[in-house]
Structures are given as structure tokens and as C-alpha cells.
């Protein structure tokens, strides 16, 4: 099977070219383009040969969902995988009514937009393997989609909500950096504990470390989230 051409949409140029950046360490996906507008993004999905859109909900000039109505209205053939902060339920509806084929919540790590990936490519494998719809078939095929991923697990063996908590801590301090004793200070664990999570999102290349001088006059580490 080819490499599945992806298009990113977020209005953060930082955002969409780390989003890139993510789908280009997955093998069998390409990246084929971003854009950070409704208007943008339908010009050139109503005429590019593209697989998989990772679509932010939240664009300047409209809805993200604008973007599946203009590329539904034009017949073309592409899957959406919504990529978002918001939680609003009416934004889940609407975006499973408009037959998106995932909805991933920001902030996330690499690990979370790879399994989504590799679970689309599973379920266009299945599809392209298919020669009959059998109920057996759409089951298998639809079940790739649906399969629960780690996410809700603990990767690495930490508490996905204490990482949850972490990666909140960072991105409320935006763009300022933090030490692992105030993050720890922040959702209420050990200094140990968060410089241990600290390190886990540092190696999935979702936070920058650097140095400061601390009160002692000995600098120490910093940890900023990656936008």
C-alpha cells in the first residue's frame, strides 16, 4: 500500500508544522500540505489528491466543520481525523454526524496522533483488502477505527491523569517555563514524581528544557511546552 497523503489544517503555523512533523515520524504517511483558514483549506481539498485531514475545529474565518461540509459538497472522497480542544458535545456530534473518522483532543502527544494513524491505516488496509461487504468485513473494518488505544492507559507506565494534569500545568504557563518543583507545586505530586513526567514528554518532543538560575544561584532545569 502507498504512503496515505495527509493535510494539515490549524491556524497556528507552529502547530500545524509540528502536527507535521508527528505524521512525518509514522511510516506509510506523507504529508502533503497545511493551511490555517476554512477558505484555504477547502481550495485546495476540493482539488488535491488527499487521504486524511487533520482539521482544527477552531479557525479564524468559520468552523473547522465548514471544511467537511465544503469537501462533502464537492464529492471528494477524504476522511477527517478532528484534532481539537474543544470539548463540547454538540462539536462531537456534529462532527461524527458529518462522518469524521476520529476525534483527538489537544494537548496530546506523539504517541496518541500514532496510534490514531496507524489505526487508519489498519482500517484503509482492510478496505483495500476487501472484496465483498460482508458483515464480518464491516465489522473488522469499522472495529480498526473504534479499537481503543493507549491513550486512556498509562504510557510508559504513568498515570494518564497525572500527565493530563502535567501537560495542563505547562500549557497554562505558556509561554513562560516551569521547573519540575513548581509543576509539581501545580497538581499536587513529588518533585520526583513530575521531573519523572517532565522527562517522559521531553523524550516524546512535546516539551523544550533549558536552564535558569535558581534561587541558590545554581540554574536549574526548565521545562516549557512545545506549541
Known amino acids: 500500500m502507498t504512503d496515505l497523503r495527509v493535510f494539515v489544517v490549524d491556524d497556528e ?8 512533523a508527528y505524521v512525518r515520524r509514522v511510516p506509510g504517511f506523507e504529508v502533503v500540505g497545511t493551511a490555517g ?3 484555504a ?15 482544527d475545529l477552531n479557525l479564524p ?6 471544511v467537511v461540509r465544503g469537501i462533502r459538497a464537492a464529492g471528494r472522497p477524504i476522511d477527517i481525523l478532528a484534532i481539537t480542544a474543544a470539548r463540547e458535545v454538540e462539536h462531537v456530534r456534529s462532527a461524527l454526524a458529518l462522518g469524521v473518522v476520529g476525534y483527538l483532543l489537544k494537548p496530546f502527544t506523539f504517541a496518541d496522533l500514532r496510534e490514531r494513524l496507524e489505526a487508519y491505516r489498519r482500517f ?3 478496505l483495500a483488502g476487501a ?3 460482508s458483515q464480518a468485513t464491516v465489522d473488522a ?6 479499537r481503543p488505544t493507549s491513550s486512556g492507559t498509562s504510557p510508559k507506565g504513568l498515570a494518564r491523569d497525572v500527565l493530563e494534569a502535567v501537560i495542563g500545568a505547562l500549557t497554562d504557563a505558556q509561554p513562560s517555563a516551569l521547573s519540575a518543583s513548581e509543576v509539581a507545586d501545580a497538581v499536587g505530586t513529588s518533585r520526583v514524581t513530575a521531573r519523572r513526567y517532565l522527562q517522559y ?3 516524546e518532543g512535546r516539551v523544550a528544557r533549558a536552564q535558569r538560575l535558581g534561587g541558590s544561584g545554581r540554574p536549574e532545569v526548565t521545562f516549557a511546552w512545545r506549541r
Open 37 to 39: 483558514t476554512v477558505q
Open 13 to 20: 503555523p507552529e502547530v500545524a508544522a509540528g502536527h507535521a
Open 201 to 203: 514528554l521531553a523524550d
Open 124 to 126: 484503509r488496509e482492510e
Open 141 to 146: 473494518m469499522f472495529g480498526e477505527l473504534r
Open 61 to 66: 474565518d468559520g468552523h473547522g466543520l465548514d
Open 41 to 55: 483549506a477547502v481550495a485546495v481539498l476540493t482539488r488535491q489528491a488527499v487521504d486524511l485531514v487533520l482539521l
Open 131 to 133: 472484496t465483498s461487504a
